[in-house]
């Protein structure tokens, strides 16, 4: 009963900022390391960014070192990703993911689209 449901996409110019939420329930969402990836058209899906089930440690691919930031929000059962300074080049649909007993989950994505 996993379930992890993404918002805050859009449309949004060149050099604006985002912030995604993913919003997860069916586990103990304190126990789990979160990620965030991203799949543009004809391009592999890509990790943005992951964080620490305590939210302790953080990492970040090379391209988004400095623009995005995970964060999260045990409480309430969310992790964000604070995306400043896009590019046309972040355009793509975002996606929450978590490991639970060797089976990955994903929520349904939300678009993120960059442009002027």
């Known amino acids: 009963q996993v379930q992890l449901v993404e918002s805050g996409g859009g449309l949004v110019q060149p050099g604006g900022s985002l912030r995604l939420s993913c919003a997860a329930s069916g586990f103990t969402f304190s126990s789990y390391a979160m990620k965030w990836y991203r799949q543009a058209p004809g391009k592999e899906r890509e990790l943005v960014a992951a964080?620490?089930?305590?939210?302790?440690?953080?990492n970040y691919a090379d391209s988004m070192k400095g623009r995005f930031t995970i964060s999260r929000d045990n409480a309430k059962n969310t992790v964000y990703l604070q995306m400043n300074s896009l590019k046309p080049d972040d355009t793509a649909v975002y996606y929450c993911n978590v490991v639970r007993y060797a089976f990955g989950y994903w929520g349904q994505g939300t678009q993120v689209t960059v442009s002027s």
């Open positions: 964080i620490s089930s305590s939210g302790g440690t953080t």
